[in-house]
């Protein structure tokens, strides 16, 4: 099936806080190329902004576009309910908030260096290169380095 739609009015490519978006996929599915957010927050973005799923991102004007940033950037505002975000509870203000694109990066960053500084267990297990989550070490991630046992000749 092939995407008919005015030469005008569709835009191939859709810049959306600083990320290119396909504008050939539908809308719920091109927005989770933005770094923060999944198929189930797209939806949920869709839904709150009078967005059709069904629509290409390509058909979507400047207004519903902007409509978008806005409940992407404040979302408590919009009732998204805490949970459905990815920042609870922030180490530093305490608030409640959707991190996406450099921000996420950023924070991700910040709050590795924080845990080296004060060096805890994830920290120093980040430092390292180890796995931090509790997983096995002795046969698996050893990433290139030499695996089994030389035979006796």
Known sequence: ???V???GDFQYVLRIVNTNVDGAVNVVFALTAIKGVGRRFAGELCRLADINKAKRAGELTEDE?????TILQHPTQFEI??????RQRDIRDGK???LYS????NNLREDMQRMRKIRSHRGIRHAYGLKVRGQHTKTTGRRGRTVGVAKKK
């Open 102 to 105: 450099n921000y996420l990066d």
């Open 65 to 69: 576009i902007q409509k978008l940033v």
């Open 1 to 3: 099936m092939s995407l």
């Open 96 to 98: 409640n908030t959707q």
């Open 5 to 7: 739609v005015p030469e």
């Open 81 to 86: 309910p805490v949970w459905f975000l990815n």
